[in-house]
């Protein structure tokens, strides 16, 4: 049984920036993709950005130029930069962790809330 833990969320103004957390129970993290997506009220889940255990980044449209993914496999813990947010960056924010093939497959995180507002 894999535990996601996010922290780092909270109310920022337009402009501004967050850091978001998420460590990983044990320590095989290592070895699978995780990634952040969000959720606004009413929306569908969306990938925000993921990294493979190579290290290897994906980001949606809308957040690259202002937002960087990277991991600590020492901490188990995947991290999410956020720059120059605006209000529509504003939604719950999930870590997953991917196990391609394993089932099941994929482990989340309660989710972080990011307010964008002035």
């Known amino acids: 049984q894999v535990q996601l833990v996010e922290s780092g969320g909270g109310l920022v103004q337009p402009g501004g920036s967050l850091r978001l957390s998420c460590a990983a129970s044990?320590?095989?993290?290592?070895?699978?993709?995780m990634g952040w997506y969000r959720q606004a009220p009413g929306k569908q889940r969306e990938l925000v950005a993921r990294?493979?255990?190579?290290?290897?980044?994906i980001y949606a449209d809308s957040v690259k130029g202002r937002f960087s993914i990277s991991r600590d496999n020492a901490k188990n813990t995947v991290y999410l930069q956020t720059n120059s947010l605006k209000p529509e960056d504003t939604a719950i924010y999930y870590c997953?962790?991917?196990?391609?093939?394993?089932?099941?497959?994929?482990?989340w995180g309660q989710g972080t809330q990011v307010t964008v507002s002035s």
């Open positions: 997953n962790l991917n196990r391609r093939g394993v089932v099941p497959s994929d482990y």
């Open positions: 044990g320590s095989g993290s290592r070895f699978y993709t």
């Open positions: 990294v493979t255990s190579g290290g290897s980044t």
